[in-house]
């Protein structure tokens, strides 16, 4: 469960080891990337996503999201960020879409980090697109 497949969270809990990144728009709502799989540069991860220049890219101002070097490639490739409170759930959609992931998760009880995989998609999927 120590497996961290982005950087969403350090925890050691195992709802929160499968870091998944999941888009919000809607001809990729279904997509769930492993990070992990995907790459670990930040092209691989972009390609994997999909992602287009011109997007507009949102994150939650965490220390490594905010790097010199993710700030250095984001330009790079033309990316707009969106300037964010840090630490502000409340106003970051996606962090209610992960509250209620965790749950899910927890309650199915995943035993190792292949159900625990599972599960994620399987539970990310069954997530209302509304």
Known sequence: YKRHLSTTSNSQ???SAMAKTKELSKDTRNKIVDL???GKTESAIARALKMKRGWVFQHDNDPKHTARATKEWLRKEHFKVLEWTSQSPDLNPIENLWRELKIRVAQRQPQNITALEE???EEWAKLPAT
């Open 13 to 15: 809990t195992p709802n």
């Open 119 to 121: 599960i994620c998609m």
């Open 36 to 38: 992990h799989q995907a």
